[in-house]
């Protein structure tokens, strides 16, 4: 194989695998000039090192301008987007030349099979936040942002933190509540009003709901603060907020969703004579209640308020055999140990299979037992 030129040059070049080879030296003036010059006759396919002494001298009387490399013509300039002839395939790749892809009715209508008309109303009728996702360019497939799973939650949504008088046995002091106006509730309890624990409430509320389109609340400097976890949250999933005008509570509804639970906490713990170092175990109780029974909002229009915010029918029959606060039998053990008498403190969500409760021993630490190790009610 060799590389045919003009005047009758050529470059012998020889293969190794896939590859070409040719040899190559650092030519002097003369053979430069050799080179680029028109004047130069060879005869047949001689290479280059094959001229001869006659030659040479002959090229001594040319222009000696010629011999100024920076006045020396381009022979040939080679495009670096010219297609390329290869005997072996390149191995298919899935690098991109963008970072993000164009979201335009085009190409939607291309890759779907769409008019541009049908691909123009499905870009104004549906959401593309998923395209932001990506901060390189795109070298294969990857898994979206996780906060692309969740959902968006439609309507307005308030926040406030609820305080209370005593500390429950492991240090909470307060609790972060998450209210709509249909009646649903979140609470998230801490042990001290700072970026630290009132911020990934947030993550919490998103973890398990959704994403609010829209969030009322006050003007708390853990929460509206430039570096808080709470408005870094509120940013990256990209929640419209509002924050309430001081003292005016009329504009934050959480502040009458917590007055409202507050009412039905403390006339549970008149009722059953619960001491208040349990706060918190009640709060839930009351507010796992709230979530999965009608109220009389008319925002609720007949249904539980968590049907209405998760779309999904709740169950209740975890909260259909006992009663806060009442007397109840478990088995220590797995089962296989005696009974033991305790006090029933609610659903216990997180801990265990379902069916699974909170349980006030004698030694006055609760504890989770299931059904399995449950033997009846205590009147």
């Given amino acids: 194989m060799m590389i045919c030129m003009k005047l009758g040059l050529f470059i012998p070049l020889r293969s190794r ?8 030296r650092a030519p002097t003036n003369l053979k430069r000039a050799t080179i680029l010059s028109s004047q130069v006759k060879c005869h047949g396919n001689r290479p280059l090192c094959n001229l001869g002494n006659s030659q040479r001298n002959e090229m001594r009387s040319l ?37 993000h892809s164009k979201v335009t009715a085009e190409n939607l209508s291309e890759r779907l099979g ?3 008309g049908r691909a123009r109303a499905t870009l104004h009728a549906t959401l593309q936040r998923g395209t932001k996702s990506a901060i390189m360019p795109l070298a294969r497939r990857y898994r979206a942002d996780r906060i692309f799973e ?13 305080y209370f008088k005593r500390t429950f046995l492991q240090g909470n002091t307060a609790s972060q509540v998450y209210f709509h ?16 624990k009132v911020g990934p409430t947030l993550n919490k509320f998103i973890s398990k709901y959704g994403i609010p389109e829209h969030l009322t609340m006050d003007g708390a400097s853990v929460q509206i603060g430039r570096k808080t976890t709470f408005m870094d949250t509120i ?32 006339r549970l713990i008149i009722k059953h004579g619960i001491p208040e170092r349990l706060w918190d175990f009640v709060l839930d109780y009351v507010v796992d209640r709230m979530n ?7 925002y609720s229009d007949g249904r539980v308020p968590l049907e209405i915010i998760t779309g999904i ?9 006992f009663t806060i606060y009442g007397w109840v039998f478990f088995c220590s053990d797995g089962g296989l140990g005696v009974n033991h008498i305790g006090r029933w403190l609610g659903v216990s969500h997180r801990v265990g299979p379902m069916m699974t409760y909170w349980v006030l021993p004698n030694s006055g630490i609760p504890i989770s037992v299931d059904t399995g190790n449950q033997r009846g009610t205590a009147d």
């Fill in 17 to 24: 695998g896939t590859k070409l080879l040719f040899g190559k």
């Fill in 63 to 99: 222009d000696p301008v010629q011999h100024n490399l920076k006045q020396w013509p381009v022979v040939q300039q080679i495009n670096a987007t010219a297609d390329r002839f290869q005997d072996v395939p390149v191995r298919p790749s899935f690098v991109s030349t963008e970072r």
């Fill in 114 to 116: 769409l008019s541009i």
């Fill in 150 to 162: 969740r959902p968006r939650l439609k309507g307005k949504f308030s926040t406030d933190t609820a």
């Fill in 181 to 196: 106006k249909c009646g649903s509730y979140s609470c998230h309890h801490l042990q001290k009003v700072n970026d630290a």
């Fill in 235 to 266: 940013c990256r999933c990209n929640i419209d907020h509002h924050i309430s005008k001081p003292y005016t509570p009329k504009e934050n509804p959480a502040e009458g969703g917590i007055r409202e639970f507050k009412r039905r906490y403390y």
């Fill in 292 to 298: 999965v029974t009608v109220n009389y909002s008319k």
């Fill in 313 to 321: 029918t709740p169950e209740i029959t975890e909260y259909l055999d």
